[in-house]
């Protein structure tokens, strides 16, 4: 349970940088995240084996029922940029105490305007499609 709260720190600090997002979806809320991997320390990015790096974010995306309760879910997804190029995204469920979130690597270039589409399904429902945009800068604007 300590992790899960080092990782919540860790994006409540950057959330000054970036706002953590939300969509609802009926009885569900999904929250997600963005975070360029420079905004992590050393220590924290090898102990859930994320590669710093100023070209490197992670997604970290929960979902959340109508008591707010953790979810677990079946999630896939791609990313592509304005030239129309598709990456695949591959999500590593983590369950730490009572939480459960999703996270994925992402590489992008300077001033990039990454557009997601990330499909859920909760545990006896139909799928979700969660998009958003980003524009991605390497001096952590």
Do not use: C
């Not at 994006?11 to 009885?27: I, N, R, T």
């Not at 992670?58 to 008591?67: A, F, K, P, T």
């Amino acid at each position: 349970m300590k992790r899960w709260w080092l990782v919540a720190s860790v994006l409540l600090l950057s959330v000054s940088l970036q706002a953590e997002q939300m969509q609802k979806f009926g009885d569900w809320e999904v929250h997600y995240i963005l975070v360029p991997t420079t905004f992590l320390k050393p220590a924290i990015a090898e102990q859930y084996g994320i590669v710093r790096g100023r070209d490197r974010a992670y997604l970290n995306i929960s979902v959340l029922d109508r008591g707010l309760d953790p979810v677990p879910v079946d999630i896939d997804g791609t990313m592509t940029n304005l030239l129309g190029q598709q990456q695949h995204l591959e999500f590593r469920e983590v369950r730490e105490g009572n939480a459960i979130y999703y996270l994925t690597a992402i590489k992008y270039t300077d001033r990039e305007v990454l557009r997601f589409e990330i499909l859920l399904t909760p545990p006896e429902d139909s799928i979700k499609t969660l998009k958003f945009q980003q524009k991605m800068y390497w001096d952590g604007r």
